[in-house]
C-alpha cells in the first residue's frame, strides 16, 4: 500500500502541472477539420508558425497541421493566405496527390498565399517558417 506523506502530495501537483505544459508544448491541440462545398464561404484559424520539422523547401513546420481541409466537391476558385507578424512564414498545403508551398516575400513583404482549383480531396495545411521560429499567424480560407 502506498502512503503519501505530506511532501509528497505537495510535490505531485506541480508535477502534474509540469507534464501537462510539455505535453501541450510537444502536441498542440489540432484545428477541428472543416468541410468545404457549395455553402462555404470562408473560415480563418489562429496559431503559431513553424515547428521542428524541415519540410526541405518550405521551411520548418510542426508536426500537427495548421489546419485540415476536406473538399467534397471541385471548387472552381479558393484561396488560402496566411498573415504572421514576423518571421519568415510559409504555406505548405498537401493533398489530393500534390504539394504545394508558398513564401514569403522578402522584397514586397507579400505573405504567403495559395489560390486556384481545388478538386475534392483531404487537404493538410501548414504554417511553417524559414527561420525556425514561431510567431502568431491568422490563416484565412476563402471562396
Known amino acids: 500500500m502506498l502512503v503519501f506523506t505530506r511532501l509528497t502530495q505537495k510535490m505531485v501537483l506541480p508535477v502534474v502541472l509540469a507534464l501537462a505544459i510539455l505535453a501541450a508544448i510537444a502536441f498542440p491541440a489540432e484545428s477541428k477539420p472543416i468541410q468545404i462545398g457549395n455553402r462555404f464561404n470562408s473560415h480563418s484559424v489562429r496559431g503559431r508558425s513553424g515547428g521542428a520539422i524541415n519540410s526541405g523547401d518550405c521551411g520548418f513546420i510542426s508536426q500537427q497541421p495548421s489546419q485540415v481541409v476536406n473538399v467534397t466537391q ?56 524559414r527561420t525556425r521560429s514561431r510567431h502568431p499567424f491568422t490563416l484565412t480560407i476563402s471562396k
Open 74 to 129: 471541385r471548387v472552381n476558385y479558393m484561396q488560402v493566405r496566411v498573415r504572421a507578424s514576423g518571421g519568415k512564414p510559409t504555406l505548405l498545403i498537401r493533398g489530393a496527390n500534390r504539394r504545394f508551398c508558398s513564401l514569403a516575400d522578402d522584397v514586397s513583404g507579400v505573405n504567403p498565399q495559395i489560390s486556384g482549383v481545388w478538386v475534392p480531396g483531404r487537404y493538410l495545411i501548414y504554417v511553417g517558417d
